[in-house]
């Protein structure tokens, strides 16, 4: 198993560029999640989708979108990026919501100029 | 809603002391509390938890203590190595199909 994967791990973008963070999960989980990490600010929670069909706002949704395109994927999207959205991005996936220990991925570094 | 509050926000200990990291939660009603450990450059990764229903658990060096009543967790761990320095998560439950809620993380640092 695989656990859950992230695409890209790195990448730049200019101000205003838009694109795809893509996360998949091979472990049949129903719920997946993005978070954003910060220096000294943890772990903040962007969107969830708690079930397949079903997406959330989280504590900072402003400037993302996210699909849930099928069971093991959960994708987040930049349509116009900005200098404040530059962090490192995590997914994670657990078998349903709070109670059930969440797998994180291994991030995407976004630096946006 | 659930507020989980993490303290020392960093803790430097000599290589074999032991380190304890406290965090307190909010809603009584919370019944899951695990425990995150995050490499440099990795995503965190859970090391130990605890439910509701037990006071204490153990997995070799590491520990967790929980009181419900005073709503606070603690991990605990003993004969610290140099591997162990990481930056620690701990989180908290709260109810229905709603996310963990993490602090904010101790960079703890152990000196050889």
């Known amino acids: 198993n695989a656990g859950v994967t992230q695409t890209p791990k790195f990448q730049v973008l200019k101000t205003g560029q838009s694109m795809t963070l893509q996360c998949a999960q091979d472990m049949n989980h129903n719920s997946m999640y993005w978070y954003r990490q910060d220096p000294g600010m943890g772990l903040r929670l962007i969107y969830y989708s708690a079930s397949e069909g079903t997406t959330d706002k989280g504590e900072v949704p402003n400037g993302y979108n996210v699909s849930r395109l099928n069971k093991r994927e959960f994708s987040l999207r930049l349509e116009s990026a900005a200098p404040s959205q530059t962090s490192v991005y995590f997914c994670a996936s657990s078998w349903t919501g709070g109670k059930d220990t969440q797998y994180f991925g291994p991030g995407t570094r976004l630096t946006v100029l | 809603g659930e507020n989980v509050e993490q303290h020392p926000s960093t803790l430097s200990v000599q290589e074999g002391d032991s380190a304890v990291i406290k965090c307190t939660y909010s809603d009584s009603a919370s019944n899951y509390f695990p425990w995150y450990k995050q490499e440099l450059g990795k995503g965190p990764q859970l090391i130990i938890d605890?439910?509701?229903?037990?006071g204490e658990k153990k997995d070799q060096r590491i520990a967790v203590t929980l009181n419900k009543t005073a709503k606070h967790f603690s991990l605990h761990i003993t004969e610290t190595q140099p591997e162990d320095s990481a930056v620690y998560f701990c989180a908290a439950e709260i109810s229905g199909n709603t996310p963990l809620v993490f602090g904010k993380g101790t960079r703890l640092s152990v000196i050889a």
């Open positions: 605890i439910r509701s229903n037990v």
